[in-house]
């Protein structure tokens, strides 16, 4: 089964990705912050970070950088309400994809989906 780490501080947007995700067959580790991700990330094998940019203590695009370092093979995913934002992720993170919300959960499974597609 893919398991996907998702990174993101706003509880209910959390729990509704979370919960998408699970629907579609994934399984998800959830944590409120990037620092929290870190641990994780040390300590298991996760197919995906799906992190949103901005959170408090390390943001997205910072936690994406340590995960390459510590675990290379794991895709990268934001998700993210900020433009400008979105365009820093795409300099910094070139191989992440950013998907810019306000957005459907069909609309992130469809795009969770397709970076696995495009692994097979």
């Given at each position: 089964m893919i398991r996907i780490l998702l990174a993101e501080d706003e509880e209910a947007m959390r729990t509704?990705?979370?919960?998408?995700?699970?629907?579609?067959?994934?399984?998800?580790?959830?944590?409120?912050?990037?620092?929290?991700?870190?641990?994780?990330?040390?300590?298991e094998q996760f197919d995906l970070l799906l992190s949103d940019i901005v959170m408090p203590e390390m943001d997205g695009i910072e936690l994406a950088q340590r995960c390459s370092e510590i675990s290379p093979a794991t895709k990268v995913m934001f998700i993210t309400g900020f433009a400008a934002v979105s365009l820093k992720a795409n300099r910094e993170a070139p191989q992440a994809r950013v998907l810019s919300k306000p957005f459907h959960l069909r609309d992130l499974v469809m795009e969770v989906d397709r970076i696995f597609a495009d692994a097979a």
């Open positions: 509704y990705l979370a919960r998408a995700l699970e629907n579609a067959g994934y399984s998800v580790v959830a944590v409120d912050r990037g620092t929290a991700a870190i641990p994780l990330l040390q300590r």
